[in-house]
């Protein structure tokens, strides 16, 4: 059996490459790639049976590997590896797509070559790989994907207060006091959630979710106070189209 490795630690790619050596004899070839497109490239050219895929990487998330195959037969077993347990585990857990945590534990890992190979044998790769496709987009209806430094997070709406601009970058504030610094514009949020009713854009600086408005007041400009105490402001173009939006839905 051939296998892949996609990471871009270089330690982490010959640590598993060493496990999988000395623990698991069923796989005969390992083929390591560096990132998601030249990982895409080794598939297609060698068509190793399981991919070992890390989720963060840069340019291209692991998890980013669903686009590539849209509508294609997909004739290999994913497991993926992460070092952060929560991000993206929930989708993993409804489609019965296994994981990995850094460091890998041999049993875990000898469990999850095991069951790969059983599933390959059954030929059912791409019913799973439909399902992990339907998880994400259940998982897309409520929650927001956030691409972080240690993974990917994903954030239930209600969860969110506000989305602010600030450069190149959005900060992204969520109850607790929490915030998450994404390195994507604001109109990239804007553009995925365009069609949730919750959230609207009163300034071209700010995302809120419509839920977490704690109060409104046309004193000094019109502004909004969050959940959080956070102020937020209302365009001049925007008063007349907020007033409307709070007849309609308050």
Known sequence: ?????????????????????????????????????????????????????????????????????????????????????????????LSAVDYLLKPVDIDELKTAVEKAINTIQNKSINNQFEDLKKAFKQLSLNKLTIEVSNGILFVSHDEIYFLEADGMYTKIHLKENKTELVSKPLKHFVSQLENKVIFYKPHRSYLINLKHIKSFSKKDGFHLTMDNGKTIPIAKDKKKEFLLLIQEFF
């Open 1 to 93: 059996m051939k296998a892949l490795i996609i990471d871009d630690e270089n330690k982490s790619r010959r640590l598993l490459e060493t496990l999988l050596k000395d623990f698991c004899p069923e796989i005969s070839t390992i083929f390591q790639a560096t990132d998601l497109i030249n990982g895409i490239s080794v598939i297609e050219n060698e068509a190793p049976e399981l991919v070992f895929l890390d989720i963060e990487m840069p340019k291209h998330s692991g998890l980013e590997i669903l686009s590539f195959f849209d509508n294609k037969e997909v004739n290999f077993q994913i497991i993926f590896v992460t070092a952060y347990n929560q991000y993206a585990l929930e989708a993993f857990k």
